[in-house]
Nanobody
Framework: VQLQASGGGSVRPGGSLRLSCAAS????????MGWYRQAPGREREMVAL???????NYGDSVKGRFTISRDNAKNTVYLQMNSLKPEDTAVYYC?????????WGQGTLVTVSS
């Protein structure tokens, strides 16, 4: 199973980006799809989670600005990021958790700068 993340890039403050992460290979039911990020010199932190039942959870710093969604048929998770701030600059990683396994994507860089 491989996770392929895409959609990162450079954007000015106040701008928007949409990240995608798709799983390929034979994967079981994905209980939780999530996004994490790691800025230089900082620990990896949870950004957003989406359970298979539809529940979502967001990190405090992104509430009201980011929206996570998923397409179960495509084994894909999305992260719509609006009103981006310089402090959102980080490498963003997707993570899928099935019963017994967790898979990480390779990371996609988001840079917010004027």
């Amino acid at each position: 199973v491989q996770l392929q993340a895409s959609g990162g890039g450079s954007v000015r403050p106040g701008g928007s980006l949409r990240l995608s992460c798709a799983a390929s290979g034979n994967i079981d039911v994905i209980n939780v799809m999530g996004w994490y990020r790691q800025a230089p010199g900082r620990e990896r932190e949870m950004v957003a989670l989406h359970t298979k039942t539809g529940s979502t959870n967001y990190g405090d710093s992104v509430k009201g600005r980011f929206t996570i969604s998923r397409d179960n048929a495509k084994n894909t998770v999305y992260l719509q990021m609006n009103s981006l701030k310089p402090e959102d600059t980080a490498v963003y990683y997707c993570r899928f958790r099935t019963t017994g396994y967790a898979y990480w994507g390779q990371g996609t860089l988001v840079t917010v700068s004027s």
